[in-house]
């Protein structure tokens, strides 16, 4: 268990629909970070945020969006869901922005499948 | 941008053998962190190695090693005396320092252990 805890691990959803994915973060960690892994990109960085204020954004869509909550934890909102949008979805903390030098802690991720 | 490369979609290797997998990077910044990320068929993704781009010594934890050439850009990861468990995807990924919020992923390498 890294510290990271992501639910659901598994969504099957129709394209049309929206979901959300959580994440809580590990004790003592500040910083949040979404990246999504799909089979012909590899994993790709979506947003950051750091102790409840957006830090950073990557590639994402318009149809997704974020937040992180006063006890740090986070969720990802994905909505008007298309096919290409099955992925796994990670979540990974750390106690500072940028991780420093001791990279991130990954949560073992959402599988969403769009139907 | 950077940009990360790992030239080698699958490799295998016998069991207490060696194996190294290639990494290389383009980028424009002097200070960076590079890692190793493991992810097996758990899909957990889990840090192996990291590497500070200032440290002209290489990094070792237990049976693994990098061999960073910064002037090269390259970052290759070797695995000594290889266990069956070693079998997983292999990521290369690069992060900015300082600045630095986003990893940086390379496609990945596919490594199998055979017994």
């Known amino acids: 268990d890294s510290g990271v805890t992501q639910t659901p691990k598994h969504l099957i959803t129709a394209t049309g629909q929206r979901v959300t994915l959580r994440c809580s973060p590990r004790s003592g960690d500040l910083s949040v970070y979404w990246y999504q892994q799909s089979l012909d990109q590899g994993l790709q960085f979506l947003i950051q945020y750091y102790n409840g204020e957006e830090r950073a954004k990557g590639n994402i869509l318009e149809r997704f969006s974020a937040q992180q909550f006063p006890d740090l934890h986070s969720e990802l909102n994905l909505s008007s869901l298309e096919l290409g949008d099955s992925a796994l979805y990670f979540c990974?903390?750390?106690?500072?922005?940028?991780?420093?030098?001791?990279?991130?802690?990954f949560g073992s991720g959402t599988r969403l499948t769009v139907v | 941008a950077q940009t990360v490369t790992q030239s080698q979609p699958e490799m295998s290797v016998q069991e207490a053998e060696t194996v190294t997998l290639s990494c290389t990077y383009d980028?424009?910044?002097?200070?960076?962190?590079l890692f190793w990320y493991k992810q097996p068929p758990s899909r957990q993704m889990i840090l192996v190695i990291r590497?500070?781009?200032?440290?002209?010594q290489n990094a070792t934890e237990n049976r693994f090693s990098v061999n960073f050439q910064k002037a090269a850009k390259s970052f290759s990861l070797k695995i000594s005396d290889s266990q069956l468990g070693d079998t997983a995807m292999y990521f290369c990924a690069f992060m900015k320092h300082n600045a630095g919020n986003m990893l940086t992923f390379g496609g990945g390498t596919r490594l199998m252990v055979k017994p």
């Open positions: 990974a903390s750390s106690v500072v922005p940028g991780g420093g030098n001791y990279g991130y802690t």
């Open positions: 590497q500070e781009a200032y440290k002209q």
């Open positions: 980028t424009s910044e002097s200070n960076y962190y």
